[in-house]
């Protein structure tokens, strides 16, 4: 099944004038800066944010230049964040690509960073709608805050998969949530509508997350990282934490502890990745994703009425929990 092509079945034009718009975005006259967003546009991407947000706004009303301004403007921020994440995690690669820190210095990375920021706020802007460069703001500082989550708990000695959820639902769960709910603004939703529709995004973004942080535990070149990679930067992911709290071995409890403090060398990552598999650590994240899953299957079938919609936002999450990659 071609996953991704049901999926934009509904919203085809409308995402060919996303993407166009988009890719104005990252234009410029400026040689250097001109240079560094060509790299950065390379990417690509499979888009599946924005169409989150085209998907939403069609399921309640129409897609309209609001939403598209809404959509580049999430989209060019989520951009500005992985750029500045990369500094902060000293990162040399991003999606199989080299890093706009690797390729060119931290110094570009962060101004390239913040030009693509006031860029997303200048389209957000062109929405004139209050409540959705409101949400796009808080999207921001929501962001930073799981940012400096994430690395405050590199220095939490405690295991926690609360902490962990804590950290997702501020950082990727947080991206998916306001493309669902600004869709759903951006179309006239009612206070309600919006809501559920952000639960839904919530819910679709945990998935996304848990399936990413599996993906570390095996080695595959179209992942674009190398398998421990989450560990060799300080984070301790699913399936590795519910092993270490189903049998807290001091050995391996240990090596967490040289995790978080960004001592652990790569044989010693190896044997988390085994421990994390013979605990079962692989089949309880897996599980936890099918709970998400029912979740977000109750707003598909109560929320969305139109078929083709129902169908690409079904096919969407059966994409997002089933992706090799």
Same mark, same amino acid.
């Given at each position: 099944m071609d996953y991704l092509k049901q999926?934009?079945?509904? /919203?085809?034009?409308?995402?060919?004038?996303? $993407? @166009?718009?988009f890719s104005g975005a990252l234009t410029h006259t400026d040689p250097l800066l001109s240079q560094v967003l060509h790299h950065i546009s390379q990417r690509g991407g499979k888009r599946m944010r924005p169409i989150l947000m085209l998907l939403l706004a069609k399921n309640y009303g129409s897609i309209s230049d609001v939403t598209l301004n809404a959509a580049v403007g999430l989209e060019l921020l989520h951009t500005a964040s992985l750029v500045h994440d990369d500094v902060v995690d000293e990162s040399g690669e991003r999606r199989g690509q080299a890093s706009v820190n690797a390729s060119y210095n931290n110094k570009v990375a962060v101004l390239v960073g913040d030009y693509l920021l006031s860029t997303a706020l200048l389209h957000v802007a062109y929405t004139s709608n209050g409540v959705i460069i409101q949400n796009l703001a808080e999207l921001g500082r929501t962001l930073a805050r799981g940012e400096?989550?994430? %690395?405050?708990n590199i220095q939490n000695t405690e295991i926690s998969e609360d902490?962990?959820?804590?950290?997702? @639902?501020? @950082?990727?769960? =947080?991206?998916?949530?306001?493309?669902?709910? /600004?869709?759903? %603004? !951006?179309?006239? =939703? !009612?206070?309600e509508e919006v809501e559920q529709a952000r639960l839904f995004g919530q819910n679709l973004g945990i998935i996304f997350q848990i399936r990413d942080d599996i993906f570390d535990y095996y080695d595959s070149k179209e992942i674009g990282k190398p398998t421990g990679n989450d560990m060799a930067e300080g984070k301790l992911t699913l399936p590795i934490i519910y092993a270490l709290n189903k049998c807290p071995m001091e050995s391996v409890q240990?090596?967490?502890?040289?995790?978080?403090?960004?001592?652990?060398?790569?044989?010693?990552?190896?044997?988390? $990745?085994?421990?994390?598999?013979?605990?079962?650590?692989?089949e309880y994240a897996e599980q936890r994703m099918r709970d998400f899953y029912k979740k977000s299957m109750v707003f598909i079938d109560e929320c969305v009425k139109q078929a083709d919609i129902r169908e690409a936002l079904t096919t969407y999450l059966n994409y997002v929990i089933k992706r090799n990659y």
């Open positions: 999926i934009r079945q509904p /919203i085809e034009g409308d995402l060919e004038q996303f $993407v @166009k718009l400096i989550l994430q %690395l405050s902490v962990y959820y804590e950290v997702i @639902k501020k @950082k990727t769960a =947080a991206l998916f949530e306001s493309c669902a709910a /600004i869709g759903a %603004l !951006s179309a006239g =939703a !009612s206070p240990t090596l967490a502890r040289k995790v978080k403090a960004g001592t652990v060398n790569a044989d010693e990552i190896a044997v988390l $990745v085994e421990f994390a598999k013979q605990q079962g650590g692989i």
